[in-house]
């Protein structure tokens, strides 16, 4: 299996602060990489795949770049509404395997 | 609009069967995959497995391989998870979701709660 560690796992920040998310796998996946927003109680929702195209109704303050090895996702101003768990999932090949997740909360 | 429609909570005990669903629609259900993904009280998601509607080729996460099965009926666009003898690790909310762009989950079901408890 394709491992994926995320970092940090846990962040805090201030509304407005621009915020980075690194997703490493254990070994290349091109960039056959997305990234999920998760709220309490919510599904998870889609917000980046293919490592930087953005979902379809995804605000443009989020960003993925990277290709590999080491992927980031970027708020560039980090609204309210973003406090939430974020997750990097490798598309590459089976099972495709979920990060252990980032929760960013409000400073 | 794409919607994945999940069954209601459920509470079993250790060793009795269950099977959950997941109804697509506003979509060709036949043509995207459809994967369950756990997600255990406090915990992330964990990828359990994919199924193509079309001719139920399936894939298991090995994780889950042997402890579960996956299936659908295209008459009704509905998605299955099934169990024969749960035991109380089983407990977990499980989610569906359509495999479309790039590979991506991108419409999920509401989630169903799965507790089991003597």
């Known amino acids: 299996d394709i491992q994926l560690t995320q970092s940090p796992s846990f962040l805090s920040a201030s509304v407005g602060d621009r915020v980075t998310i690194t997703c490493r796998a254990s070994?290349?996946?091109?960039?056959?990489l997305g990234w999920y927003q998760q709220k309490p109680g919510k599904a998870p929702r889609l917000l980046i795949y293919g490592a930087s195209t953005l979902q379809s109704g995804v605000p443009s303050r989020f960003s993925g770049s990277g290709s590999g090895t080491e992927f980031t996702l970027t708020i560039s101003s980090l609204q309210p509404e973003d406090f939430a768990t974020y997750y990097c999932q490798q598309f590459i090949i089976y099972p495709r395997t979920f990060g252990q997740g980032t929760k960013v909360e409000i400073k | 609009e794409v919607q994945l429609v999940q069954s209601g909570a459920e509470v079993k005990k250790p060793g009795e069967s269950l099977k959950i669903s997941c109804k697509g629609s506003?979509?060709?259900?036949?043509?995207?995959?459809i994967g369950w993904v756990r997600q255990m009280p406090g915990k992330g998601l964990e990828w359990m497995g994919i199924i193509y509607p079309a001719d139920s080729d399936a894939r298991y996460s090995p994780s889950f391989q042997g402890q579960l099965t996956m299936s659908v009926d295209k008459s009704t666009s509905t998605a299955y998870l099934q169990w024969s003898s749960l035991k109380a690790s089983d407990s977990a909310l499980y989610y569906c979701?359509?495999?479309?762009?790039?590979?991506?989950?991108?419409?999920w079901g509401q989630g169903t709660l799965v507790t089991v408890s003597s």
């Open positions: 506003g979509y060709s259900f036949t043509r995207y995959w």
């Open positions: 070994q290349g996946i091109s960039t056959h």
């Open positions: 979701a359509r495999e479309g762009n790039g590979n991506a989950f991108d419409n």
